[in-house]
């Protein structure tokens, strides 16, 4: 099996019969492995029928149903549409031909897996925005019970949120603190009790205390 590639979108992993795309994996049994390889390998080409079963199922003897459902099951698994292929062209009375563009280099498989972990990353990061905007929340609810509960003490009609900075210097993150800011406000105004000042009267008030 070659090492590891790429086609279209997907990461193909040969050595654990899986191919990945936007944090989807798809297992594939080993012969629908060995089809999408060869087919890859031979990109633009037309391979016959005859010729695909020579190369799978060597010394075996098979009718051409198991190739046809292994060509199912991989345009399933690649959510390719056969009437209209991206990846897979059936030729009739003739065979199969990979269209789609296939890169076998290691800057390919690299750029594909770091896509893939940036797209984690950020869903690691939306995920810790929410869990941050609710426990502000419950905090912020806390305390206005609390103040409730203590007669000598007025309950807050209105509440502002001023945005959060970020520290970290990383352009790329000022997404999150918005987020989160914004995940604050959105939940506070949900309490009925509370008046939530609007996020630009909240810049307004940040610009007017700040040195």
């Given at each position: 099996?070659?090492?590891?590639?790429?086609?279209?979108?997907?990461?193909?992993?040969?050595?654990?019969?899986?191919?990945?795309?936007?944090?989807?994996?798809?297992?594939?049994?080993?012969?629908?492995?060995?089809?999408?390889?060869?087919?890859?390998?031979?990109q633009?080409?037309?391979?016959?029928?005859e010729?695909?079963?020579?190369?799978?199922?060597?010394?075996?003897?098979?009718?051409?149903?198991?190739?046809?459902?292994?060509?199912?099951?991989?345009?399933?698994?690649?959510?390719?549409?056969?009437k209209?292929?991206?990846?897979?062209?059936?030729?009739?009375?003739?065979?199969?031909?990979?269209?789609?563009?296939?890169?076998?280099?290691?800057?390919?498989?690299?750029?594909?897996?770091?896509?893939?972990?940036?797209?984690?990353?950020?869903?690691?990061l939306?995920?810790?925005?929410?869990?941050?905007?609710?426990?502000?929340?419950?905090?912020?609810?806390g305390?206005?019970?609390?103040?409730?509960?203590?007669?000598?003490?007025?309950?807050?009609?209105?509440?502002?949120?001023?945005?959060?900075?970020?520290?970290?210097?990383?352009a790329?993150?000022?997404?999150?603190?918005d987020?989160?800011?914004?995940?604050?406000?959105?939940?506070?105004?949900?309490?009925?009790?509370?008046?939530?000042?609007?996020?630009?009267?909240?810049?307004?008030?940040?610009e007017?205390?700040?040195?």
């Open positions: 099996m070659p090492d590891d590639f790429r086609i279209g979108s997907w990461l193909v992993e040969p050595s654990l019969n899986s191919v990945t795309c936007d944090g989807k994996v798809r297992r594939l049994e080993p012969k629908m492995m060995e089809v999408l390889v060869y087919l890859a390998q031979n633009r080409v037309v391979v016959s029928k010729q695909l079963m020579r190369v799978v199922w060597p010394d075996t003897f098979v009718t051409d149903h198991a190739l046809t459902r292994c060509i199912s099951e991989l345009r399933r698994a690649l959510e390719d549409d056969p209209e292929p991206s990846f897979i062209e059936t030729i009739p009375k003739r065979g199969y031909r990979f269209i789609a563009t296939v890169d076998f280099t290691s800057e390919g498989t690299r750029s594909a897996d770091l896509r893939g972990r940036g797209r984690g990353s950020r869903r690691k939306a995920a810790l925005a929410v869990a941050v905007a609710i426990f502000v929340t419950v905090l912020v609810a305390g206005v019970l609390l103040l409730r509960a203590r007669k000598d003490s007025p309950s807050p009609s209105s509440i502002v949120v001023l945005p959060l900075e970020q520290l970290s210097g990383a790329e993150q000022e997404y999150f603190v987020g989160v800011t914004d995940a604050i406000i959105t939940n506070l105004a949900k309490i009925k009790s509370l008046r939530v000042i609007s996020r630009t009267s909240a810049m307004q008030s940040r007017s205390i700040s040195p």
